[in-house]
């Protein structure tokens, strides 16, 4: 893999390193405006449908928040290990 440092080819540590960046980025670059905004959508949509229709949705939803909420458990649990990671680094 090439990257890093003038394109030599990367160690363990860099891509490591790499990864928790990226990984830390995620987390904090959460645009919540943009969620907002989904809701409201949303919240519109689900109010114009038939009963029938609404609660098979909302059932619908609900797995699929279920399993971005599985997904970003596993993306805090991997940044909590590279924070330990670089925690034993730094001390």
Do not use: N
Request: proline share 1%; with cysteine; aromatic share 10%.
């Amino acid at each position: 893999m090439m990257g890093g440092k003038a394109g030599w080819m990367l160690t363990a540590d860099d891509f490591l390193e790499e990864t928790i960046a990226a990984r830390v980025s995620q987390i904090l670059e959460g645009d919540d405006r943009q969620a907002q905004e989904l809701y409201g959508k949303q919240e519109a949509f689900i109010q114009g449908m038939e009963p029938d229709r609404k609660v098979q949705f909302e059932e619908l939803i609900e797995d699929m928040i279920m399993w971005g909420a599985r997904q970003c458990h596993l993306v805090y649990k991997a940044a909590f290990l590279d924070g330990l990671r670089l925690g034993h680094k730094a001390f």
